[in-house]
Structure formats: structure tokens, C-alpha cells
């Protein structure tokens, strides 16, 4: 159940596409190993209202949110932090070089106690894709 959420300040959309940074993180957090593709999700919004450091309106950020069930040995947890980071950051890089950009990360546990879930969504993925905890 690996929810990546991207906030990002609206002025982004004219310098990094949006979408391919979804799919970035996506494939990403698949390649870990610890993350199943079938229940990652991953959404982007852009921030109506922002301030950014002293209000430059040319400053931007993108600030990514991974929650995920907990059960996940801190170690593993550390790595796919990292290789996450990593992928944003690489995707990011002619922005961070060229502009004056924020970028954030965050991995979460949610506690599974407290948050029931249900989905349909392996009946429809590819065998390989199938299995997995949500």
C-alpha cells in the first residue's frame, strides 16, 4: 500500500514534467524490492498558495511523502529512502542546477492496526505483478 504523494509549488509545471516524475518515483519504489507494484500509488498536486523562503515568487519545491504499512526492517526501510531520494534527485538535476529549487523526501509507517484496506487491482496486473503484501 506504498502511497507516494508529491506536493509541488504550481510554478513547476513549466519547468518539470509532472507525470514522468511520478513515473520516476514509481518505478523507483518497485525496484527496491520492498515496495510491490501493485499497491504503489503515486499522486501529484500542485500548492494553490505557496511562500518559499523570502517570497520570490521564481523559487519552487517539490516535496515528496512515502507512507507505507509498517513491518519493514529499518535497514530496508533506509535503502529504499536513499534509492527514492536518489531517482528524484537525478530527475530533478538540471532544475537543482539551473534554479532555485527545494526538493524534500519523507518515508512514513502507517500503522496497519489503523488503516484497513481492500483492492481488485491484482486480479488485473500481470501474473508477475500479482503478489506481494498491499
Known amino acids: ?5 508529491i506536493d509541488y509549488s504550481p510554478n513547476l509545471e513549466a519547468r518539470l ?9 514509481r518505478d523507483a519504489a518497485a525496484a527496491t524490492g520492498i515496495l510491490p507494484l501493485a499497491g504503489i500509488r503515486v499522486r501529484a498536486t500542485a500548492c494553490t498558495h505557496v511562500v518559499i523562503a523570502d517570497g520570490n515568487p521564481d523559487h519552487a519545491f517539490l516535496d515528496i511523502s512515502l507512507r507505507l504499512r509498517g513491518g519493514r526492517a ?4 533506509a535503502r529504499a529512502t ?8 537525478a530527475y530533478c538535476a538540471d532544475l537543482l542546477a539551473t534554479s532555485s529549487f527545494m526538493l524534500s523526501f519523507e518515508m512514513r509507517d502507517i500503522d496497519p492496526d489503523l488503516s484497513p484496506k481492500t483492492s481488485s487491482i491484482r486480479r488485473y496486473l ?4 500479482q503478489g506481494g503484501t498491499p
Open 126 to 129: 500481470p501474473p508477475e505483478h
Open 82 to 89: 536513499e534509492a527514492i531520494f536518489a531517482a528524484a534527485e
Open 17 to 25: 514534467d509532472i507525470a514522468g516524475m511520478c513515473r520516476v518515483l
Open 1 to 5: 500500500m506504498p502511497h507516494l504523494i
Open 74 to 77: 529499518p535497514e530496508a526501510r
